[in-house]
Nanobody, 127 residues
Framework: QVQLVESGGRLVQAGGSLRLSCAAS????????TGWFRQAPGKEREFVAAIRRAGSHLFYKDYADSVKGRFTVSRDDAENTVFLQMNNLNPEDTAVYYC?????????????????WGQGTQVTVSS
């Protein structure tokens, strides 16, 4: 079992930046694929970014088109923590952001591909 706890969400003005963190406990997730999703009111949960290990010092990263160039996903396997750096935020980024993990190393961009989820953290971007 893996437990995920997100933090870092808050109210921010358009154009601002936030860094979300996701702390994992339960077991080392160096062999896990980890992702970020978001869900706005009345909308389906959507993929934001994902990261998985590709070698001793390399990672594969995937991003939704809507966040490419603005968001950066990273992780520290020694600390079992995943990060999402969000820059140049706009009101359309307002949502609850969820961290997810799966014990299969593969490209995964849909919620159905992840077995473990955090409780979410609210990000609100004001115009």
């Amino acid at each position: 079992q893996v437990q995920l706890v997100e933090s870092g969400g808050r109210l921010v003005q358009a154009g601002g930046s936030l860094r979300l963190s996701c702390a994992a406990s339960g077991r080392s997730f160096s062999t896990y694929t980890t992702g970020w999703f978001r869900q706005a009111p009345g909308k389906e949960r959507e993929f934001v970014a994902a990261i998985r290990r590709a070698g001793s010092h390399l990672f594969y990263k995937d991003y939704a088109d809507s966040v490419k160039g603005r968001f950066t996903v990273s992780r520290d396997d020694a600390e079992n923590t995943v990060f999402l750096q969000m820059n140049n935020l706009n009101p359309e980024d307002t949502a609850v952001y969820y961290c997810a993990a799966d014990n299969r190393l593969r490209r995964a961009t849909t919620p159905q591909e992840y077995n473990y989820w955090g409780q979410g953290t609210q990000v609100t971007v004001s115009s």
